[in-house]
C-alpha cells in the first residue's frame, strides 16, 4: 500500500489488522467483520497499534450480518437475474471425502482455493 489504506475490510484481526492499522491513512475506515485469527484462543491476546485509531482519527465499525437480514429478500430479487443471466458468477470448489478435509482446510489457508471451498462427504 505505498500509498496507505483509506478504507479497509477486515474479517481475520489479529497481526493482519494490526499490519492495516500501520498503514491506515489519517481519517480511515475499517469494517470489522469477523476475528478469525482469535476464534481458537484460549485468551484474548488483543490488538497491538490501537493508538493508530487515535493518533490518525480512523473510524471503526463492527458489520455483522444479523444487522441486515431484514435486507435478505430485496437482495434476492435483485441478485437473482444477475445469476440467472451469468452475469454474476461464484465459483465453488468441491473436494470429495471427508478423509479430504485436513488436505482441503490446509489448501484453502494457502490460497488454493478460488471460491468457497466445499469438502462433500456423501454423494448427492
Known sequence: CPRGIDLYFDNVGG??????LRHDNVAARVAVCGMI???NETHDPGIRGLQAVLTKRITMNGFII?????????YQ???APWLRSGELVFHEDIVQG?????AALIGMMKGQAIGKRLVQVAPE
Not at 471427508?98 to 485436513?102: L, T, V
Request: hydrophobic residues 40%; without cysteine; proline residues 4%.
Open 15 to 20: 497481526s493482519t489488522l494490526e499490519a492495516a
Open 37 to 39: 485469527s482469535a476464534y
Open 98 to 102: 471427508i478423509e479430504q478435509a485436513p
Open 66 to 74: 444479523y444487522d441486515h437480514v431484514h435486507k435478505l429478500s430485496a
Open 77 to 79: 430479487a435483485r441478485v
